[in-house]
T-cell receptor, first 114, second 115 residues
């Protein structure tokens, strides 16, 4: 079946530090990959996505590249801010048929200290 | 604001009871998805409706059911509630029936507490 693995944290960084949150996946088909962010007390917001190998998704300074050879979609940001504190979810949707819902990782709690 | 609305925001009920959660998709979206977020299971896909018809099923219990109405809003019915059903229930919507470019947009969620 499909699965997504990501570090759960919490990950604590200082403001302006470099961020990497690792995400690896297994899928039966050829998935699309997503990063969603959940701020305290809110729903999930789409941060970025990539639909095919070597695609790079980017938004608000965050980037992630779809690496089929390593089945990875790591999230990076060059300089984090306190406002980036949130829970980040890596997710996939398999195009190989079957259920069309998203498969999520457990989420990574990111804390940015001033 | 994603444009997806969910009511109520909070719901507190007792074991054995039945509740209904409501979701209105973004304008123009035909698909509605339901997800459950709990501490032990994480975020799990429950079910998808597309233009009034069930499209895909995930880890939905038999005690749970859903439907999508002609105006495209959806309801998730949870019956014979157990303590373990306490969770955040999210609704998401998308334009199409699925596929690599069919992005899902999430509502703010309904927090269900079963006492």
């Amino acid at each position: 079946g499909n699965s997504v693995t990501q570090m759960e944290g919490p990950v604590t960084l200082s403001e302006e530090a470099f961020l990497t949150i690792n995400c690896t996946y297994t899928a039966t088909g050829y998935p699309s990959l997503f990063w969603y962010v959940q701020y305290p007390g809110e729903g999930l917001q789409l941060l970025l996505k990539a639909t095919k190998a070597d695609d790079k998704g980017s938004n608000k300074g965050f980037e992630a590249t779809y690496r089929k050879e390593t089945t990875s979609f790591h999230l990076e940001k060059g300089s984090v801010q306190v406002s980036d504190s949130a829970v980040y979810f890596c997710a996939l949707r398999d195009s190989g048929g079957g259920a069309d819902g998203l498969t999520f990782g457990k989420g990574t709690h990111l804390i940015i200290q001033p | 604001d994603s444009g997806v609305t969910q009511t109520p925001k909070h719901l507190i009920t007792a074991t054995g009871q039945r509740v209904t959660l409501r979701c209105s998709p973004r304008s123009g979206d035909l698909s509605v998805y339901w997800y459950q977020q709990s501490l032990d299971q994480g975020l799990q896909f429950l079910i998808q409706y597309y233009n009034g018809e069930e499209r895909a099923k995930g880890n939905i219990l038999e005690r749970f059911s859903a439907q999508q109405f002609p105006d495209l809003h959806s309801e998730l019915n949870l019956s014979s509630l157990e303590l373990g059903d306490s969770a955040l229930y999210f609704c998401a919507s998308s334009v199409g029936s699925g596929g690599p470019t069919d992005t899902q947009y999430f509502g703010p969620g309904t927090r269900l507490t079963v006492l």
